[in-house]
Each structure stands twice: as structure tokens, then as C-alpha cells.
């Protein structure tokens, strides 16, 4: 038992030794379950589980183990570590928080990549040109616009190659070829 094992647990090392580390766990069978394939796997990789500290708060854990073997090849333990993945889920629940945010805003968004081709839009931008997922993604954004617009994003271009925002009105075609006005901030 190391020192960081005392920290997620809350316990001292004396504490730990010597009982059954399943229970530390907030779903011991599925730490046991967890311990099991690793004698009948050899190994275990990436098992999800989450610690339970003394205090009563949880960790989420990535669990690795792997057979400890002597010299003739005989097990005579399992080696484990729990890789503590709190900041991951954090982030993780974060992100999704943005993409439903975007996903379900009433202003239309439309990402590209560093080539200037779509790589997504959400729904209002469907709805706002017409066009769907699978007529703009890959494609430049700029298909959208009359000819005679092109030099709108050129400059928007330079702007973003630049580090700068760039705003200002547009004539968008939509899909079905009807012309319309539309404010756009990159």
C-alpha cells in the first residue's frame, strides 16, 4: 500500500494491510468481479471504479492490474494501480454541458477546421440555411454565399489567421436558393 492509496482512502497503511481492498470500493462485487479477471486475463485494463474515502466522499478510478509472477512463473500476487480520473469527469461533464449548450442554442454555429472546412453545425444552423449536416461538413462554409460575396470570406480568413474576431452582415443562400440577411461573428 502506498501513500497515495492512504490518501484516496482516507485509511493509514496499517489500517489497509491485510484486509480485503474490495471493500474500500463503493461496489465491492464489481471490485471483486474487477480482481477476478485479472487471474483469468492475466491482466485488467482500464476497469472502471470508484474509491470510497473514509469521509464518506467518492473517487472515480481507473483500475489496472496485472499478474505478479516469481521467477518459474508462478503467481504469487497481483500487482494494482487506480489512476484517479476525478479532474477527467470533471472536464468530461463539462464539455458535455457546452455541447448541449451549443447543440440546443437558437443561434446557428458552424466550426472549421484550420482549412476553413466545416467539421460541425448544430441544428439551428440547419435550420437557418436549409442545409444539413451532410451538404456542408468537409465543404467551406463560403458555398453558402453569392459569388459575389466571396471576398466576405477571404477577410474572415485573414481575420482568423490573424488571432482576430470578425463581425458583419452577409447574404446567406439557403439551400432551396432563397436569399436572406444573416449577422455573423467568428
Not at 43 to 52: F, T
Not at 60 to 77: D, F, H, M, Q, S
Not at 149 to 173: D, F, V
Request: proline content about 2%; glycine content about 6%; hydrophobic content about 35%.
Amino acid at each position: 500500500v502506498n501513500h497515495a492509496t492512504e490518501i484516496v482512502t482516507g485509511r493509514s497503511r496499517e489500517e489497509l494491510i491485510g484486509t480485503d481492498f474490495s471493500d474500500y470500493f463503493t461496489d465491492p462485487e464489481r471490485a471483486r468481479h474487477g480482481y477476478q479477471l485479472v487471474f483469468s486475463q492475466s491482466s485488467v485494463r482500464n476497469y472502471e471504479l470508484e474509491i470510497q474515502h473514509n469521509d464518506g466522499h467518492v473517487t472515480p478510478v481507473l483500475y489496472n492490474a496485472t499478474l505478479y509472477k516469481e521467477n518459474k512463473g508462478k503467481t504469487i500476487g497481483v500487482f494494482a494501480a487506480a489512476r484517479d480520473m476525478t479532474e477527467l469527469k470533471r472536464v468530461e461533464e463539462e464539455r458535455a454541458r457546452l455541447a448541449a449548450a451549443v447543440e440546443q442554442s437558437a443561434e446557428g454555429v458552424l466550426i472549421t477546421d484550420r482549412k476553413g472546412l466545416a467539421v460541425y453545425i448544430n441544428r439551428a444552423f440547419e435550420e437557418i440555411t436549409g442545409h444539413v449536416k451532410a451538404d456542408i461538413i468537409g465543404c467551406r462554409p463560403d458555398i453558402m454565399t453569392k459569388e459575389s460575396q466571396s471576398q466576405w470570406y477571404s477577410s474572415i480568413r485573414e481575420a482568423l489567421h490573424h488571432g482576430n474576431a470578425w463581425a458583419g452582415r452577409i447574404e446567406l443562400k439557403k439551400k432551396d436558393g432563397i436569399v436572406r440577411e444573416v449577422d455573423l461573428i467568428v
